[in-house]
C-alpha cells in the first residue's frame, strides 16, 4: 500500500490510500492514528471502499509524518561512509564495522513534496542527502534484526539537508552534527508499506532492492541501490532499542547512499546548492520527492 497525507482546497490534512487514478480518503485522521490503532486499522483499510476518491490533480500531498515522535539518522552505507572519510583525508574508523551508527536530529522542521526549503542563514554550502526512512508502526524493545520488519510500518524517501561548512567546523568538537543538520528534514511522497515491497525484498531483514537516483535542476547527480546498505534496517533498529522502546512514529533514517550527496560527488568542495535549485530524489516503488531551495 502506498499512504499518503494530502489536503484539498477545502479539507485540511488527511490520511489517505494512494491509487493510481486518486486518492481514497481513510477512516483516520492521520497516519499516526493508523499506526496506533494497530492491526485492528490495517484491517479496516483492506475493507475500505473507494467511492469517494480524491482526484489526484485536485490533491496536494505533504510529508506522510509531520512530527515524527523522534527522528535518527543511520550511517550505513559503507561507500558513503569510505568517500566521506577519505575526503577528510583518513580511512574508516574501526568503530563503524563494531555496531551501526546513529544521531539524533529535529523532529519539529519537517517539509514534504514540492515544499520550499528555505536556505538557512548560517551557510555558504547547502547540500541534499539521498536517503530512505523507515517509520516504527508497532512498539518494541531489545528487537532482533530478524525481527524488526515487525515494528517497520512503512518506508518512504528522506532528504536530510545539510549544511555542510557548519558540520565541518561543529564535528572537529567531537560531537555529531546538530546546526548543520537541523533547519530541515523533507519525506515524502508516500509511505510504502511492505507488501507493496515484498517481490524486491533483498536477503537481510528490512531491505530491498531498489533504485535511488538525485537529480537537480533536471540533471541526474546520485545513483545507487537500496540494497547497498552495509548495516540493514534490522541492524539499526536491535542497535537503537536496546534498552529502549521505539514507539509508533519515531523515523530512522537509513544515511547517505553511495554518491547521495555533493560533499561526495565534488569531494566536498561544491559547487553546492543555491536558491531556486530543484532537488528531486526517487526511489523505485516509492516515487520522487521534489523540493526547491528558496529565500
Request: glycine share 10%; with cysteine; net charge negative.
Amino acid at each position: 500500500m502506498k499512504l499518503v497525507t494530502f489536503s484539498t482546497s477545502n479539507s485540511a490534512l488527511r490520511a489517505g490510500l494512494l491509487k493510481e487514478d486518486g486518492i481514497v480518503p481513510l477512516p483516520f485522521p492521520s497516519l499516526m492514528d493508523l499506526m496506533q490503532a494497530g492491526d485492528e486499522g490495517l484491517e479496516r483499510l483492506r475493507n475500505l471502499s473507494d467511492k469517494s476518491r480524491v482526484p489526484l490533480n485536485g490533491a496536494r500531498l505533504h510529508a506522510p509524518i509531520s512530527r515524527p515522535t523522534t527522528l535518527r539518522d543511520g550511517y550505513a552505507f559503507e561507500t558513503h561512509v569510505k568517500t566521506a572519510n577519505a575526503n577528510r583525508g583518513r580511512e574508516v574508523p574501526a568503530e563503524w564495522y563494531k555496531f551501526p551508527i546513529f544521531y539524533f536530529t529535529n523532529p519539529n522542521n519537517i517539509f514534504g513534496p514540492e515544499d520550499e526549503i528555505p536556505y538557512p542563514s548560517y551557510t555558504q554550502a547547502l547540500d541534499y542527502e539521498l536517503e530512505i526512512a523507515v517509520v516504527i508502526g508497532k512498539p518494541g524493545r531489545n528487537i532482533k534484526p530478524e525481527d524488526a520488519p515487525q515494528h517497520i510500518f512503512g518506508y518512504t524517501i528522506f532528504n536530510d539537508w545539510s549544511a555542510r561548512d557548519v558540520q565541518r567546523e561543529e564535528m572537529k568538537v567531537g560531537l555529531g552534527p546538530a546546526k548543520g543538520k537541523d533547519f530541515a528534514s523533507s519525506f515524502g511522497p508516500c509511505l510504502v508499506t511492505a507488501d507493496g515491497l515484498a517481490d524486491k525484498a533483498a536477503s537481510r531483514p528490512g531491505v530491498y532492492d531498489l533504485t535511488m537516483r538525485a537529480c537537480v535542476n533536471g540533471v541526474e547527480r546520485s545513483r545507487g541501490n537500496f540494497n547497498d546498505m552495509y548495516w540493514s534496517f534490522g541492524d539499526l533498529l536491535a542497535r537503537a532499542s536496546e534498552s529502549v522502546t521505539l514507539q509508533p512514529g519515531d523515523v530512522i533514517g537509513s544515511g547517505t547512499v553511495g554518491t547521495g550527496c555533493l560533499l561526495e560527488i565534488t569531494k566536498g568542495q561544491g559547487p553546492w546548492l543555491k536558491q531556486g535549485d530543484v532537488v528531486e530524489l526517487e526511489i523505485e516503488r516509492i516515487g520522487t520527492l521534489r523540493n526547491k531551495v528558496g529565500n
